[in-house]
């Protein structure tokens, strides 16, 4: 809608995991390095600890590119409810062979799939998404996986930590070899995000950043710092002012965009007052 208004030659704000725009989250950047380093030296538990929207999504998707070339990357987004759901999604994703263990129990057919798991886990790295959500016996079963050399790497909010240092998790905390956590970004950074992504974006070198100071301001103060929110602010602005004709996004704009709520009743305002 306003990439040629702004001379773009794609969205610059897209919600979509990107990896082109890592640079422009210097913590991000150094996250995804720090990983990197800490399976070189052998490490097989990390944890990753941010707030929804911090820019996790982005990092794991960057983790399967780099490391599919030396190992058997595997990803449960939705690691399931129970030990069994666990073991059950881990064990299609792995693709082994299944045996026929129709007319075994349940409690047989899991214990099957943990041993088939372990045998195949050599080169393997298994990363979880939302960990913090998981229930307590699939941590009996992280810590089973990681006495057979697979690596694990969690992606959680913060609860996670706490669950970890809960003796009632068992001992995971003592076995973490590499915790690290993805902070919300301040103004300065907030500012070079904002450009980096434009300057990824634009279309030619006439490009100018249409973001003013003010508006930085504001998107600073209503985005907490969190990667996500700045995105839907940015690109509801860039919306804002491509049909108001408004080539500079100031402070105002961002007011306007705030919360999805009014950006969507001041998009029905202008669009009724150009019908009119």
Request: net charge positive.
């Amino acid at each position: 809608m306003y990439l040629k208004f702004y001379h773009l030659k794609e969205i610059p704000f897209n919600l979509e995991p990107n990896l082109k725009y890592i640079p422009a989250v210097p913590n991000t950047k150094l996250v995804f390095s720090e990983i990197l380093a800490s399976i070189h030296q052998k490490n097989n538990f990390i944890v990753v600890l941010g707030d929804r929207g911090s820019g996790k999504t982005t990092i794991i998707k960057g983790l399967i590119e780099r490391l599919s070339v030396n190992y058997r990357i595997k990803v449960l987004l939705e690691p399931g409810e129970s030990s069994y759901e666990f073991v059950e999604e881990y064990y299609n994703l792995c693709e082994l062979t299944k045996t026929d263990d129709s007319r075994d129990d349940l409690f047989s057919q899991h214990q099957s799939r943990i041993k088939q798991i372990l045998k195949y886990g050599g080169n393997s790295i298994l990363i979880l998404d939302d960990a913090h959500l998981l229930p307590r016996g699939i941590f009996d079963l992280i810590q089973l996986f990681l006495k057979n050399k697979i690596k694990i790497i969690l992606f959680g909010q913060n609860e996670l930590k706490e669950k970890l240092q809960n003796p009632e998790y068992g001992n995971l905390w003592y076995d973490l070899k590499k915790y690290i956590f993805l902070h919300n970004l301040n103004y300065d950074e907030i500012r070079y995000y904002i450009k980096h992504r434009l300057s990824v974006a634009r279309q030619n070198d006439n490009f100018e950043n249409p973001f003013s100071e003010e508006a930085v301001e504001a998107i600073f103060r209503y985005s907490n710092g969190l990667p996500r929110r700045i995105n839907i602010l940015c690109n509801n602005a860039l919306v804002i002012g491509f049909l108001q004709s408004v080539k500079t996004i100031d402070r105002e704009i961002i007011e306007k965009v705030k919360t999805d709520d009014v950006c969507l009743h001041e998009i029905k305002k202008i669009l009724h007052q150009t019908k009119n």
